[in-house]
């Protein structure tokens, strides 16, 4: 069963410009995660989407957003880049949401905004 | 902000020595997931352990839960050169999707 896969890898973004990230989960999951991290900040919750709705948000500006597919699929925007979205971006997914679900990551997005 | 504390931040060991890594946590849990994350890649599960769980066991990895004391135990035994990765324990809370990461242990085993 192939794990979840995050799309691009890597990317280079200029101040100002906007970025779509990409996160297929692992086959049959419905939850979808979505996560920042970085060396000042470490590991962050942003967003949390199940059946297509968003079921928890973190403390992040709007510029932050999401949305996931009726196929379980998921895509982060970062709109308005600034120099500290600079970080890992990491997705995960689980077969349901809430307690006891073991929750899978991807290799993550690597963002530099230059 | 992080939920607890790793400790220590970074740990040295020979190849073949034990390796035991700590996580505290400040709110009630219902789980808490530790995973392994080597440099420049993403997150990879290691063990899930419940909180009505004291200990949990999955081929080198053996974990320990104390809810009365909100800390947690990783160790590692009889470790391998790759097993040279940053630790990090979640929990959950208020939303078990939405894990809070501790500021993880850098842990080095030199062959």
């Known amino acids: 069963k192939a794990g979840v896969t995050q799309t691009p890898r890597y990317l280079i973004k200029t101040r100002g410009q906007q970025v779509t990230l990409s996160c297929s989960p692992i086959?049959?999951?419905?939850?979808v995660s979505w996560y920042q991290q970085t060396p000042g900040q470490g590991l962050q919750f942003l967003f949390e989407y199940f059946s297509e709705t968003q079921r928890n948000k973190g403390n992040f500006p709007g510029r932050f957003s999401g949305r996931q597919f009726s196929n379980s699929r998921s895509e982060m925007n970062v709109s308005t880049l600034e120099l500290g979205d600079s970080a890992l971006y990491l997705c995960?997914?689980?077969?349901?949401?809430?307690?006891?679900?073991?929750?899978?990551f991807g290799e993550g997005s690597w963002l530099t905004v230059v | 902000s992080q939920q607890g504390e790793e400790d220590p931040q970074a740990l040295s060991i020979q190849e073949g020595e034990n390796a035991t890594m700590n996580c505290s946590y400040k709110t009630s849990i219902n789980n808490l997931q530790w995973y392994r994350q080597n440099s420049g890649r993403g997150l990879v599960h290691l063990i899930l352990i419940r909180s009505n769980e004291r200990e949990k066991h999955s081929g080198r990895l053996r974990v320990t839960l104390d809810t009365s004391k909100k800390s947690s135990s990783l160790l590692i035994t009889a470790s391998r050169a790759a097993d040279t990765a940053s630790y990090f324990c979640a929990t959950d809370g208020t939303s078990g999707s939405r894990l809070t990461f501790g500021e993880g242990t850098q842990l080095t085993v030199n062959p």
């Open positions: 086959s049959g999951h419905r939850s």
């Open positions: 995960a997914s689980s077969a349901g949401t809430g307690w006891g679900n073991t929750i899978y």
